[in-house]
């Protein structure tokens, strides 16, 4: 096993020598043991290593990164050598820092070594169960997998953090098929740290298969309305990151293209939605323990009952704009279920769509999209009324937070966030 204390030393010392006073540096070895299924038959087995060296120093207000995945002494010297001669060579900016001192911490988080016979057995009931319960699945690509990962991270102030960490991870991408019927390629995933339940029962797998073969029988929509839209927690969590990097991000709040700046304390959503980035969370699988800039990481609301409550800023970003850094530097989100449960939800709905997926552009900076709903459902009179075929919609990233009719009781928790269904008004469909 690598010395990941060794190397780390090393490039303390050879920043120390050089003159160096502000730096940080994280040293991770990653071992990935991998099973690979196309077409519905195991087709490989194999242990992937990774190495990474990430090197950042301060020098006279000037800042030098590197990276490497070299952890010979000469590559470490040079590495070092080269982000400083980087650091000479860029513009001065005062607002570069890294974290105080910090507590020093080890963690050890999920399953650090695998279990690798009871993942060979997970993954071949998975196939199994699918082939069982859902016959119309043509499993294109399963890819199922133990990551482990030793960490070290330190800075010139002192702080040195060190994270072993091990998760268990599916992903899947499936699509339907019935004679000369078939569907487009669909994708769940989930990540776990530990093998006690069937994959199949983890976050939304069972349910995106089933929505997958629905939608071997497709209905068109004619002509355009605006309705309610149902977002399930994955196309939820696609339009939520969509809003993040839009609205309280490091480059948009610089910039001041965010229509949230100076919005701190102002009502930006629906009062129902308190949305938190909680890295912490024990659903939230070996999730951040520290940030990049150096900080213990903390679960923070970012809108808490409809109000902005923070941005997700960067140290660097933070002490440009005189606002407060972001408590941890994670994309775990965590929506709490509301009082509705998801099937009183879909019959309140006059007419409406469930959006599975969105297939579409980049939002504007402002928040406006437009795109396909994949994998989506026709609402009326409070029914589904079966699988739609390729529907447009159209909205704003901004308006559906405040447009929030409601939350289901009902979460998924995939391992990398936790979301219910929230059902938005506003959306206009559009169809032939």
Known sequence: MTDLKSIAGQIGDEISKAGVRKAQYT??????????????????????????????VYKDDKKGSISTNSFDREAITRAVSNCIQSAEAAIADPAYDIAPKQENKIFEEGSYEPDVDKLFARTKELLETIKERHPKILMEQMIVEHVKKHEIYQNTNGTEFETFSGSYGISLMFSGHEGNSTTS???????????????????????????????????????????????????????LYSAMENFVSDITILDKTSIWVDKLGEKVAADCLTLSLAPLDERICCGERHTSDGFLSEN?????????????????????????????????????????????????????????????????????????????????????????????????????????????????????????????????????
């Open 27 to 56: 040293v991770a070895a990653k071992e990935t043991r991998e099973f690979n299924v196309d077409g519905g038959e195991f087709s490989l087995f194999r242990t992937l290593f990774d190495n990474c060296l990430v090197i950042t």
């Open 185 to 239: 390629f669909f994708g769940s995933s989930v990540t776990t740290d530990n093998l006690d339940r069937p994959f199949i029962e983890l976050g939304s797998v069972e349910k995106d298969l089933c929505d997958v073969e629905a939608q071997l029988s497709p209905i068109p929509v004619e002509g355009k309305f605006e309705g309610i839209a149902v977002l399930t927690p994955g196309s939820l969590g696609s339009f």
């Open 300 to 432: 923070y609301d970012l809108i808490q009952n409809g109000v902005l409550r923070s941005y997700m800023l960067s140290l660097y970003v933070a002490n440009k704009s005189d606002y407060a850094p972001a408590k941890n530097t994670s994309y775990a989100a965590v929506i709490e279920g509301g009082d509705t449960a998801y099937e009183d939800m879909i019959k309140g709905i006059k007419k409406g769509i469930i959006v599975g997926r969105f297939s579409g552009g980049s939002p504007s900076s402002n928040g406006d999209f437009s795109g396909v709903a994949k994998n989506s459902f026709l609402i009326e009179d409070g029914q589904i009324k079966g699988a739609l075929s390729e529907t447009m919609i159209n909205g704003n990233l901004s308006d559906i937070l405040k447009n929030i009719v409601a939350i289901s009781k009902e979460t998924v928790a995939d391992g990398t966030s936790v979301l219910p269904y929230i059902a938005v008004s506003g959306v206009t469909i559009s169809g032939k």
